[in-house]
């Protein structure tokens, strides 16, 4: 499994956030440590807009192989998929990848490993494995539309059906379907992540959150 990290200077909801201090740290290197301790891991790929950022990676990790981005896919329009594309099209090795990305300082090494485990034992069964939190709470959708309960019949939370977040933790999938499929397939394996874990760097107090639980943690 080969491991792909985008990275950009600008961050338009958390300015700076990339290099900004998390625990003593730039908050990019967490995710680094994560994968540089996994066995399974083979190789790890930084894909990036900026040299700073490029050089401030490679002083703690000297061995992480980084791509810089063409004038094309540059900016906040581009999406996931056209970033993998692109490195794709660069590393010719490997044949199974895993996306994630620096906004999730408390993903475990050993979920990581846990799930490229079935990621290969379900392959090709399930085209795609996707991170995902799972939620039993009571949703509606922008017109006030009951999505997931009626709310003429209370029942307990843990009896309603649940509904699954994408947290943008991790994203696996092969050289091969990937023109197919992108990094989310038609069929992915939905593998669940517990709500502090995969706590993703969005919002201010999204950092403020993060960080206070690695405090508490190693504590």
Same mark, same amino acid.
């Given at each position: 499994m080969i491991a792909i990290v985008p990275m950009k200077a600008v961050s338009e909801r958390v300015p700076g956030k990339n290099m900004r201090e998390f625990n003593g740290k730039p908050l990019f290197y967490w995710i680094f440590k994560t994968l540089h301790k996994s066995k399974l891991i083979s190789?790890?790929?930084l894909t990036t807009d900026n040299v700073d950022l490029a050089?401030?990676?490679w002083q703690y990790f000297p061995n992480v192989k980084i791509y810089f981005r063409p004038k094309h896919l540059l900016g906040n329009h581009i999406t996931a998929n056209a970033l993998i594309e692109h490195v794709l099209e660069? *590393? +010719?090795k490997?044949?199974?990848f895993?996306?994630?990305h620096?906004?999730?300082p408390l993903l475990k090494t050993e979920t990581i490993d846990s799930a490229i485990k079935v990621y *290969? +034992?379900?392959f090709p069964i399930y085209d795609t494995l996707l991170g995902?939190?799972?939620?039993q709470i009571r949703l509606y959708d922008q017109y006030g539309t009951p999505m997931n309960h009626d709310p003429r019949v209370i029942v307990p939370s843990q009896e309603l059906k649940p509904v699954f977040e994408d947290n943008s933790n991790m994203y696996m999938f092969s050289r091969e379907l990937f023109p197919k499929t992108g990094r989310v397939g038609a069929n992915p394996y939905l593998f669940e992540i517990n709500k502090l874990e995969s706590i993703d760097i969005d919002y201010e107090e999204d950092f403020i959150l993060a960080e206070r639980i690695m405090q508490i943690n190693e504590d």
């Open positions: 190789e790890v790929i050089d401030k990676v660069q *590393h +010719e490997g044949q199974h895993l996306y994630t620096s906004t999730n *290969h +034992e379900l995902v939190t799972k939620h």
